[in-house]
């Protein structure tokens, strides 16, 4: 069964840091792109930052490029966002979502459950 | 950035009528487009890709049709555990943007 979990978010004061985890199971992880996808609690889905395969490419919305980096680790199945210098408009919650292909923009056949940010002071 | 533009914003059928649910690119995506379930406290599930790809698990009721820069979601016989806000994806271009949903009720 494939399975994606989610965690790391949580409470940060605006300008501070963190850092979102996404291990995945039932699948052959090295074989997919991964994408994060936002959504502001009622609001409609947010394309955050997608990784191919391998690592070696990676894609950023503007709202989020020069603060937030997309990696993997494939030996640990397992994908990573790291977000700094946090906004309170980054409040969300936070999908990881597994791409149908290896690269590309591509839909998303499994996510997580997602993990909630909240920049607040 | 493609805008994609999802009509109506709130859609009330009774059980067992047919469901439309419409979503409009800003410019042609050709049929890269997916649509999306999302039922309160869950994450989105996907339904159905390009030109009629469902994806697994997902009912029959549940059709597409359309290209270019018009698309409608149909549910043929709407159950009362369609529920839910659909949200329409584009995957033509880069950001894979999505629109901003569409609420369906049962009546």
């Known amino acids: 069964e494939v399975e994606l979990v989610n965690s790391g978010g949580g409470v940060v004061r605006p300008g501070g840091s963190l850092r979102l985890s996404c291990v995945v199971s039932?699948?052959?992880?090295?074989?997919?792109?991964m994408t994060w996808v936002r959504q502001v609690p009622g609001k409609g889905l947010e394309w955050v930052s997608t990784i191919n395969w391998r690592g070696s490419h990676t894609d950023y919305a503007d709202s989020v490029k020069g603060r937030f980096t997309i990696s993997r680790d494939n030996a640990k199945d397992s994908l990573y966002l790291q977000m700094n210098s946090l906004r309170v408009e980054d409040t969300a919650f936070y999908y990881c979502a597994r791409g149908i292909a290896p690269a590309g923009t591509n839909p998303f056949d499994y996510w997580g459950q997602g993990t909630l940010v909240t920049v607040s002071s | 950035e493609i805008v994609m533009t999802q009509s109506p914003a709130t859609l009330s059928v009774p059980p067992g009528e047919r469901a439309t649910l419409s979503c409009r690119a800003s410019?042609?995506?050709?049929?890269?487009i997916a649509w999306y379930q999302q039922k309160p406290g869950q994450g989105p599930r996907l339904l159905i890709y390009g030109e009629s790809t469902r994806a697994t698990g997902v009912p029959a009721r549940f059709s597409v049709s359309g290209s270019g820069t018009e698309f409608s979601l149909i549910i043929s016989s709407l159950q009362s555990e369609d529920s839910a806000v659909y949200y329409c994806?584009?995957?033509?271009?880069?950001?894979?943007?999505f629109g901003q949903g569409t609420k369906v009720e049962i009546k």
């Open positions: 039932g699948f052959n992880f090295e074989d997919f792109a």
């Open positions: 410019e042609s995506v050709s049929s890269n």
């Open positions: 994806q584009q995957y033509n271009d880069w950001p894979g943007s």
